[in-house]
Protein backbone atom coordinates (compact mmCIF):
# COMPACT_ATOMS: atom_id res chain seq x y z
CA UNK A 1 0.00 0.00 0.00
CA UNK A 2 1.12 3.49 -0.66
CA UNK A 3 -0.12 6.54 0.48
CA UNK A 4 0.43 9.63 -1.41
CA UNK A 5 0.39 13.16 0.30
CA UNK A 6 0.64 16.45 -1.99
CA UNK A 7 1.51 19.92 -0.52
CA UNK A 8 2.41 23.46 -2.19
CA UNK A 9 -0.90 24.24 -4.02
CA UNK A 10 -1.98 28.45 -3.39
CA UNK A 11 -3.30 31.40 -4.77
CA UNK A 12 -1.29 32.75 -7.67
CA UNK A 13 -1.19 35.58 -9.91
CA UNK A 14 -0.64 34.45 -13.36
CA UNK A 15 2.39 34.82 -14.67
CA UNK A 16 3.61 33.25 -11.16
CA UNK A 17 5.16 30.07 -9.71
CA UNK A 18 4.40 26.92 -7.71
CA UNK A 19 6.03 23.96 -6.89
CA UNK A 20 3.81 20.57 -6.18
CA UNK A 21 5.38 18.18 -3.54
CA UNK A 22 3.94 15.18 -3.42
CA UNK A 23 5.15 12.55 -0.53
CA UNK A 24 4.59 8.52 -0.60
CA UNK A 25 5.05 6.58 2.23
CA UNK A 26 6.42 3.04 1.91
CA UNK A 27 9.70 1.69 1.15
CA UNK A 28 9.37 1.09 -2.40
CA UNK A 29 9.07 4.50 -4.07
CA UNK A 30 11.89 4.03 -6.25
CA UNK A 31 10.24 1.70 -8.42
CA UNK A 32 6.86 3.57 -8.61
CA UNK A 33 6.15 5.65 -11.86
CA UNK A 34 5.05 9.13 -10.17
CA UNK A 35 2.68 11.70 -12.05
CA UNK A 36 0.17 14.37 -11.81
CA UNK A 37 -3.22 14.78 -13.06
CA UNK A 38 -5.57 17.89 -12.85
CA UNK A 39 -9.52 18.32 -12.77
CA UNK A 40 -10.76 22.07 -13.24
CA UNK A 41 -14.51 22.53 -12.09
CA UNK A 42 -16.92 21.19 -14.89
CA UNK A 43 -14.12 19.60 -16.98
CA UNK A 44 -12.67 15.79 -16.89
CA UNK A 45 -9.59 14.84 -15.06
CA UNK A 46 -6.53 15.42 -17.30
CA UNK A 47 -3.25 14.09 -17.52
CA UNK A 48 -0.02 16.79 -16.61
CA UNK A 49 2.87 15.22 -16.63
CA UNK A 50 5.14 12.15 -15.37
CA UNK A 51 8.50 10.57 -15.04
CA UNK A 52 8.91 6.92 -14.73
CA UNK A 53 11.29 5.14 -11.94
CA UNK A 54 13.27 2.70 -14.37
CA UNK A 55 14.76 5.43 -16.98
CA UNK A 56 13.74 8.67 -15.49
CA UNK A 57 11.33 9.45 -18.83
CA UNK A 58 9.68 12.29 -18.67
CA UNK A 59 6.13 13.22 -19.89
CA UNK A 60 3.67 16.05 -20.46
CA UNK A 61 0.44 16.77 -21.79
CA UNK A 62 0.80 19.91 -24.48
CA UNK A 63 -0.35 23.06 -22.44
CA UNK A 64 2.22 22.76 -20.02
CA UNK A 65 5.20 21.83 -22.02
CA UNK A 66 7.53 24.41 -21.42
CA UNK A 67 6.33 25.67 -18.21
CA UNK A 68 6.37 22.67 -16.11
CA UNK A 69 8.99 20.41 -15.20
CA UNK A 70 8.70 16.81 -12.97
CA UNK A 71 11.28 15.45 -10.99
CA UNK A 72 11.75 12.72 -7.95
CA UNK A 73 14.38 12.38 -5.08
CA UNK A 74 13.82 8.94 -4.33
CA UNK A 75 16.27 9.36 -1.17
CA UNK A 76 12.78 11.73 0.04
CA UNK A 77 10.22 9.82 -1.55
CA UNK A 78 9.22 12.93 -3.09
CA UNK A 79 7.89 13.89 -6.77
CA UNK A 80 7.84 17.76 -7.56
CA UNK A 81 5.95 19.54 -9.77
CA UNK A 82 7.82 23.08 -10.82
CA UNK A 83 5.16 25.09 -12.52
CA UNK A 84 5.86 28.51 -13.74
CA UNK A 85 4.10 30.87 -16.13
CA UNK A 86 1.33 30.35 -14.82
CA UNK A 87 -1.91 30.57 -16.25
CA UNK A 88 -5.42 30.97 -14.83
CA UNK A 89 -6.39 27.79 -17.08
CA UNK A 90 -3.53 25.99 -15.15
CA UNK A 91 -6.04 26.61 -12.09
CA UNK A 92 -7.49 22.89 -10.61
CA UNK A 93 -6.81 20.41 -7.83
CA UNK A 94 -3.72 18.59 -8.60
CA UNK A 95 -3.48 14.78 -7.73
CA UNK A 96 -0.30 12.66 -7.53
CA UNK A 97 -0.38 9.34 -8.93
CA UNK A 98 1.61 6.23 -8.51
CA UNK A 99 1.52 3.30 -10.47
CA UNK A 100 4.13 0.24 -10.82
CA UNK A 101 4.23 0.43 -14.65
CA UNK A 102 2.24 3.31 -16.39
CA UNK A 103 0.45 2.60 -19.53
CA UNK A 104 1.68 5.14 -22.19
CA UNK A 105 0.54 6.41 -25.41
CA UNK A 106 0.67 9.47 -27.18
CA UNK A 107 2.84 10.91 -24.81
CA UNK A 108 0.23 10.60 -22.12
CA UNK A 109 -0.76 8.38 -19.20
CA UNK A 110 -3.50 6.36 -20.06
CA UNK A 111 -3.60 3.55 -17.49
CA UNK A 112 -1.75 2.00 -15.00
CA UNK A 113 -2.17 3.95 -12.03
CA UNK A 114 -2.60 2.34 -8.65
CA UNK A 115 -2.55 5.04 -6.03
CA UNK A 116 -4.33 8.68 -6.11
CA UNK A 117 -3.71 11.51 -3.73
CA UNK A 118 -6.19 13.68 -2.38
CA UNK A 119 -5.39 16.77 -4.36
CA UNK A 120 -3.95 20.03 -3.65
CA UNK A 121 -5.73 23.12 -4.85
CA UNK A 122 -3.90 25.31 -7.39
CA UNK A 123 -5.86 28.65 -8.39
CA UNK A 124 -4.24 31.39 -10.33
CA UNK A 125 -5.80 34.70 -10.50
CA UNK A 126 -6.03 36.75 -13.80
Known amino acids: QVELVESGGGLVQAGGSLRLSCTAS????????MGWFRQAPGKEREFVSA????????YYTESVKGRFTISRYNTKNTVYLQMNSLKPEDSAIYYC???????????????????WGQGTQVTVSS
Open 51 to 58: ITWLDISS
Open 97 to 115: VAGRSFAVRGGMIVGGINY
Open 26 to 33: GRTFSSYD
